[in-house]
């Protein structure tokens, strides 16, 4: 329980727009700070992990900042996502289309 705790606290610094942390920095410490066991052991954790599909800790950590992994907070909430999105209008046909930036 404790791994999962600790990256959900790591992704949520991750996704924050207020945070500068980029995601090549918090895989260069997860690879250069933890030893193979402790690696093994949270990839496991988060394998285990039944909210989500992903497998190992680097996807996980990427699938959090695409949107597509639940950040659980304290509380049992899941903590919301913020993305930015752009607005096309074509004023000759009417249409709207919307992307994810």
Known sequence: MLPLLLFNVIS?????K??????EHVESMIDD????SAKKELDKAIKSD????FTNT????????EGKLPIVKADGTIKPVEMTFT???????GTIDI???
């Not at 949520?12 to 924050?16: C, K, R």
């Not at 700070?33 to 193979?36: M, V, Y």
């Not at 607005?87 to 046909?93: D, H, L, R, S």
């Open 18 to 23: 207020a945070s500068d942390l980029a995601i």
């Open 58 to 65: 680097k996807d996980a950590l990427m699938g959090a900042i």
């Open 99 to 101: 992307g994810k930036s």
């Open 87 to 93: 607005v096309k209008y074509n004023p000759n046909t």
């Open 33 to 36: 700070l933890l030893p193979e």
């Open 50 to 53: 039944p909210s989500h599909a």
């Open 12 to 16: 949520s610094l991750v996704i924050d």
